[in-house]
């Protein structure tokens, strides 16, 4: 009788824990996609919680289907088994996962995935442990949750950054700016001297949410104008802080670099000057720049290509994609290619909205989904924007107001509606 009740029990955690881990891999791609908003996050999310809730309620039934996931060092099942420890108080379980995960980037991206996805009543006393031991990766587990929570660890940072060199000390630099820490301004310069790669890209962007626009945007610009893994995510950080003028001496150059045209598309539209706005029109009937010319676009604007009956259908010439994704900061390493969760826009529908439209866009002017950025536009986007929509406006307010956190656009839906709604956005 037992076997009768238990077997269909666990085929039904087996899948909980799949569908779990799956989803999470999948929800890397979510945050960062352009049709994606946050009612649609908070869809997605409530699964992965209903997924939890059932391996939580199973008590101990998925256990192995959990330890064979975590053979292979995915993002996934890290997440899941981490998520599962924290929830139940498990110290022993969460300190074997630790030392377990901390020799391997995926996993390591999924146990800190966790610390920000549970409740922070969860890691009530933790963070103290976790800051005074000698462990570095612990270290860097309570900074980044501390950064996903929005939790100022004081004193902490101040140690760490304070110390020459090492992970926990990189992760620092950023969570400063993030959490708009404007009187270690001076701590993140020094790092942004000697850093090189990402993590010279994660020290511009804390310098400059720091208030400083000098370094930072100097080497903001270098990055900008060299092809690197880099490259886009400086350019479009280093546009959103300077005035039109300004932006179009570091557009020029990649507008003359034919292999610079997607960065250039992405670009001109971040810069926001409706000047722009024909050469995107044009851009649209070519198969392999039309989709991001419409988001550009759609930036610029603050059209909807889809609501506003903008849309078009797709050239019989065009072909997907498969690329690296040299700019991905988790653990998506091969995406199809980027555009395709964009809508195709119809030129010449585009190109008569324009017409009509053109005369409430004066050149010279920036603007950002149809408005001057400010920080009532801004708070609007992070409620009904699209993803890289709300990601643009999240920095558009830390630039306008340094100092300010950053709105991690990536955290539990719940918990963003929750900070919207607390804020009166």
């Not at 010319?293 to 610029?300: D, H, K, V």
Request: with cysteine.
């Amino acid at each position: 009788m037992w076997m009768t009740c238990a077997e269909p029990v666990i085929d039904v955690v087996q899948i909980h824990v799949e569908e779990a881990a799956i989803l999470r891999g999948t929800r890397t791609r979510m945050v960062a996609a352009p049709h994606i908003g946050l009612h649609l996050l908070r869809r997605f999310d409530d699964r992965i919680a209903a997924h939890l809730d059932g391996i939580a309620v199973a008590a101990g039934f998925g256990d192995h289907f959990i330890e064979s996931a975590l053979e292979a060092p995915d993002t996934g099942p890290w997440f899941v088994a981490t998520v599962g420890a924290l929830e139940s108080g498990n110290a022993a379980r969460l300190d074997e996962l630790l030392a377990h995960s901390s020799s391997h980037r995926l996993a390591m991206s999924g146990v800190g995935s966790a610390f920000g996805w549970v409740s922070p009543r969860k890691l009530r006393g933790m963070a103290i442990e976790f800051f005074g031991s000698g462990d570095p990766f612990r270290r860097e587990v309570a900074l980044a949750a501390c950064s996903m929570h929005r939790a100022d660890p004081g004193p902490w940072l101040d140690t760490i950054l304070a110390e020459a060199a090492g992970n926990a000390h990189v992760r620092a630099v950023r969570v400063a700016g993030l959490l708009g820490r404007m009187d270690l301004r001076e701590p993140c310069l020094q790092a942004l001297q000697t850093a090189q790669g990402w993590d010279q890209l994660h020290a511009a962007r804390s310098a400059l949410l720091l208030g400083d626009r000098y370094l930072s945007l100097k080497v903001l610009a270098d990055i900008a104008l060299a092809a690197s893994p880099c490259q886009r995510l400086a350019t479009a950080l280093l546009l959103k802080a300077l005035d039109v003028r300004q932006g179009r001496m570091v557009l020029q150059p990649l507008m003359e670099d034919p292999s610079m045209a997607r960065i250039t598309i992405q670009a001109m539209g971040v810069l926001g000057d409706p000047h722009d706005a024909p050469q995107l029109i044009r851009l649209l009937g070519e198969p392999a720049y039309g989709r991001l010319a419409g988001e550009a676009f759609s930036l610029l604007t603050g059209v909807d290509l889809v609501d506003a009956g903008l849309g078009g259908a797709q050239p019989v010439d065009a072909q997907p994609e498969l690329r690296d994704d040299p700019d991905a900061l988790d653990d998506l390493d091969v995406a199809m290619d980027e555009d395709n969760d964009l809508p195709w826009p119809d030129p010449d529908k585009v190109a008569g909205w324009w017409q009509s439209n053109s005369y409430r866009f004066p050149v010279g002017q920036r603007f950002f989904m149809g408005e001057p950025p400010g920080v009532g536009n801004g708070e609007r986007v992070l409620r009904h924007g699209l993803q890289r929509q709300r990601i643009a406006a999240a920095e558009h307010l830390a630039l306008l107001q340094p100092g300010t956190p950053l709105f991690p656009t990536s955290a539990p839906a719940w918990r963003q509606q929750r900070w919207l709604d607390a804020a009166g956005a």
